[in-house]
C-alpha cells in the first residue's frame, strides 16, 4: 500500500496528501452480571486531501484499489475548485515540516491480539461480579474493557511517507452503592497507548473494582460542603481535566484564530512561575500516555511543545496551514479519527511539568481547603477559559491534615486565574485521563495529567 500511495503521489499535480487508514476495534461491557456490548468493528479506507486554488478539498474511499484512489483524488481536487471561487480567504501555503518516514511501531512486550476474546470477556465478567460482591450496599455494577488498532499510512506529494501502527486500549470500573433510596457512584478507569499489561502496570483490574466500591459506599455517609473559595490541593487527574480541557483547547490555533482569550497572548504571562504547561505527541516522564502519537495525520513528526514556560504564553497548537498564517513552525497537531475525516487541530497529551515540592509538603501548607482527585459528574469548559467541573473525590484539609470525605463537590473559575494562584508543583507525575474521548467534531484519543499541584479555586456544594 505505501508503494502504491507512493505512485499516485508521483504524478499527481499540486499538492496532494494520501491517507490509508485500517482500523479494528473491540468493546466487551458487562452491566449487573448481564453482558451488553461485545463487539468488533473494522474499517479500511483512504482519505484524501488536496490543495488547489488556496483551497482545500477533501474526499475519501473504501476502493483501494489504484483507480479507485486516484478517483477519489480526483474529487477532492475538484471539490476544492469549486468552492475556490467562494472562499474570502485563501489558504496562502503550508508551513515548512520534518516530515516522517519509514516504520512507526507500537512499543509494548504484550501485545492486545496475544490475549484472545475469550480472556478480555472473562475478565470484564470477573470484574463486574467482584463489584457486586464488594459490599451489601452496591446495588448496580459495570465493567467494560475496549480497544483501538490502527495501521495508518501517510503520504504527501512535499516529503511524508510514514507507516504507523497504534493500539491504545481502556477499562472502566463502576459501582453505585445506596441506602434508604439514597445513592453514591464510584468509578475507577485507565487507558494507555500499548500493550495488555501497559494497561494495568499502575494497578491490577481487581485493584480497580475495589476502589470503585469502597468510594460509592463511603460516599454515601459524606456530607455537602457548602460553596466557597478555597485553597485545594489537585491530583494528577484534576491538573489533567485542567490542563486539557480549560486551557489546551484554548490555545489550538483555528480556536485561537475564532476569538478565543489567547487571541493576543503570546508573551504574555498568564500563569505562576511554577507553570511550565506543555502537549506532546511522545510520553514525557512516564510511558504509554494514551494520547501518544508519533506521527501526526499530516506526516509530521511530532515532539514536545512548550505552551506556557514559567508562567509565559509561548506557543500555540498548529497544523501546517495555521503554522502558515502565524509564521511558525507547525507542532505536530493536526489529527483525523478516522479516513474519513479531515485532519483538525487536536491536542495529544497536555500536561504541567513537575515542581519540587512534596504532595505532604503542600498538605501541610494548607489550613483550610481541599485535596481534590479525579474528573467526576462530567463538567464544561469555554474558549474564556471559564470551566466547571465535577470532583469525583474530595476530603477536606483542617490544620494540615487530610480529614473527612464530602460529596457533589464541583470546582470553578478562570483556568488563567487559578494557575497565577499556583503556589506550590509536585515533584510527582502520572497520566491520568486516558480513558474516554475528546470531542472536537470528530473523537481523538489524548491524555492529560501532571503533578500534585497547589492552587485557589471557587468550590460549588450544597448544604445537606
Known amino acids: 500500500m505505501l508503494e502504491l500511495l507512493r505512485d499516485i503521489v508521483r504524478g499527481a499535480t499540486g499538492w496532494v496528501e494520501l491517507r490509508y487508514q485500517a482500523r479494528r476495534t473491540k468493546t466487551i461491557a458487562v452491566r449487573n452480571g448481564r453482558l451488553e456490548e461485545s ?14 486554488d488556496g483551497v482545500f478539498g477533501f474526499a475519501s474511499t473504501t476502493d483501494l484499489s489504484e483507480r479507485g484512489i486516484q478517483g477519489a483524488m480526483m474529487q477532492a481536487q475538484n471539490a476544492a475548485r469549486v468552492s475556490s471561487s467562494s472562499k474570502r480567504e485563501k489558504i496562502k501555503g503550508l508551513a515548512d515540516a520534518a ?43 459495570s465493567a467494560s474493557y475496549s480497544e483501538i488498532q490502527d495501521e495508518k499510512i501517510i503520504v504527501t506529494s512535499d516529503g511524508a511517507a510514514a507507516h504507523l501502527f497504534d493500539a491504545k486500549p481502556e477499562f472502566r470500573a463502576l459501582a453505585v452503592a445506596q441506602i434508604d433510596g439514597d445513592q453514591a457512584m464510584g468509578m475507577d478507569s485507565v487507558g494507555v497507548t500499548g500493550g495488555f499489561a501497559d494497561l494495568f502496570i499502575r494497578r491490577t483490574p481487581e485493584q480497580m473494582a475495589d476502589k470503585a466500591v469502597k468510594l460509592a459506599v463511603d ?33 489550538e490555533a483555528d480556536l485561537v484564530r475564532s476569538g478565543a482569550i489567547t487571541s493576543d497572548k503570546i508573551g504574555v504571562k498568564v500563569a ?48 501546517r ?64 477559559a471559564e470551566f466547571m467541573f ?38 510527582d507525575f502520572t497520566w491520568d485521563l486516558g480513558a474516554g474521548r475528546c470531542g472536537k467534531g470528530q473523537w481523538a484519543k489524548v491524555d492529560a495529567g501532571g503533578p500534585h499541584l497547589r492552587c485557589v479555586v471557587t468550590i460549588g456544594g450544597k448544604q445537606e
Not at 505536530?332 to 497529551?349: H, Q, T, V
Request: glycine share 12%; charged share 20%; with cysteine.
Open 272 to 319: 505562576s512561575n511554577l507553570v511550565t504547561l506543555c502537549d506532546s505527541g511522545p510520553s514525557q516522564y512516564q510511558p504509554h500516555a494514551a494520547g501518544e502519537l508519533l506521527v501526526d495525520d499530516e506526516g509530521v513528526k511530532t515532539e514536545k511543545t512548550v505552551i506556557i514556560d514559567h508562567g509565559v504564553l509561548r506557543s500555540y497548537l498548529h497544523n
Open 390 to 427: 465535577g470532583v469525583r473525590e474530595a476530603h477536606r484539609i483542617e490544620n494540615g491534615k487530610v480529614g473527612e470525605l464530602v460529596r457533589g463537590i464541583t470546582i470553578s473559575g478562570n483556568a488563567f486565574d487559578v494557575l497565577k494562584s499556583v503556589d506550590a508543583v509536585g515533584s
Open 99 to 141: 516530515f516522517a518516514t519509514g516504520t512507526f511501531p507500537v512499543m509494548t512486550d504484550d501485545p492486545l491480539d496475544d490475549h484472545p476474546l475469550e480472556e478480555k470477556l472473562a475478565l470484564v465478567l470477573r470484574i463486574d461480579e467482584r463489584i457486586r460482591q464488594g459490599a451489601k450496599k452496591i446495588v448496580s455494577s
Open 39 to 52: 463487539s468488533t468493528i473494522r474499517l479500511t479506507g483512504v482519505g484524501v486531501r488536496a490543495l488547489v
Open 219 to 251: 460516599l454515601l455517609q459524606a456530607p455537602y460542603p457548602a460553596g466557597e473559595k478555597t485553597t485545594v490541593v489537585l491530583n494528577p487527574g484534576l491538573v489533567g481535566v485542567l490542563s486539557h480541557e480549560a486551557i489546551g483547547h484554548t490555545v
Open 321 to 384: 496551514e495555521s503554522a502558515a498564517y502565524f509564521g511558525v513552525k507547525p507542532t505536530g497537531n493536526a489529527r483525523a479519527f478516522e479516513y474519513s475525516d479531515e485532519p483538525l487541530i487536536r491536542m495529544r497529551n497536555t500536561y504541567i511539568e513537575p515542581g519540587t515540592a512534596s504532595m505532604e509538603e503542600m498538605i501541610a501548607g494548607v489550613k483550610s481547603g481541599y485535596f481534590l482527585e479525579g474528573l467526576g459528574g462530567g463538567g464544561q469548559a469555554d474558549s474564556n
